[in-house]
């Protein structure tokens, strides 16, 4: 067996076929596997847990089945999907992860992360994150009505396509700030000896960093 990572699906009603690919991969290995972590952008959108959309039923079914078979199953948000609540959790059988997030397992210390904390040349998003994350931003937007959140969410999806498309590149990742946080894990003695190693899912605009060579691996241009 093995310990899997998925990210950045993206699922949505409009590409239905995405979806039962994902479906047929939580029957098959997912179902037999050690554990499931989930690393954000599962979704292309989501306004609240109470949106009653088939994509969002269906992925809390699979993931169920899964979890109900013993594989644990862990989620981190994305700038996609950071409302996802605990009610989806609950039903979804998934544990909460907070972003960064430490794993140890085979000997190895791993840094998890959506990735986009560490993309701090979009000083626009980062202001923007910071902004939706908190209690107070989060309570406003879902206190309003479902379709109001779903047109608003529309025209979040649309203003990002147009920020980037008028980049014409995504933002990389902060190779410096990804080195200091290595770094300060390496100052506890219990990882010392642990090779470190950041994993994320933004193959698009971020880089997997190895703490011995500092090398940084090109994004995947298809992303």
């Known amino acids: 067996m093995a310990t899997l990572f998925i990210s950045d699906l993206h ?5 239905p076929a995405i979806t039962e690919l994902f ?3 939580l029957r098959r290995e997912a179902s037999s596997a050690d554990a499931l972590y989930i ?11 109470d949106d009653p959309s088939a994509v969002g039923a269906y992925v809390a079914s699979g993931l169920r089945a899964v979890a ?18 605990g009610d989806f ?19 190895h210390t791993y840094l998890l992360t959506h ?19 908190t209690p107070e931003w989060q309570a406003a937007f879902l206190a309003r009505p479902l379709a109001e959140r779903q047109a608003m969410a529309r025209q979040m999806r649309e203003h990002s396509e147009a920020h980037h498309a008028a980049q014409g590149v995504y933002a990389h990742i902060d190779a410096e700030l990804a080195r200091r946080r290595l770094a300060e894990l390496e100052k506890d003695p219990g990882r010392r ?8 899912d933004e193959r698009r605009h971020c880089a997997i960093l190895k703490r011995r060579t500092g090398r940084e ?7």
């Open 11 to 15: 699922l949505d009603s409009s590409r």
């Open 23 to 25: 479906g047929g991969f």
């Open 39 to 49: 690393l954000g952008d599962l979704f292309e959108a989501w306004v609240g847990d």
């Open 68 to 85: 109900d078979a013993g594989v644990p199953v862990f989620f981190i948000r994305g700038n996609r999907d950071f409302l996802v609540g």
């Open 89 to 107: 959790l609950a039903q979804s059988g998934v544990g909460d992860l907070a972003d960064p997030t430490l794993l140890t397992f085979d000997e």
């Open 115 to 133: 990735g986009d904390l560490l993309c701090t040349d979009d000083v626009a998003y980062q202001q923007f994150r910071r902004q939706v994350r």
């Open 193 to 200: 000896q642990t090779r470190v190693r950041i994993m994320h």
């Open 217 to 223: 691996m090109a994004p995947d241009p298809k992303r």
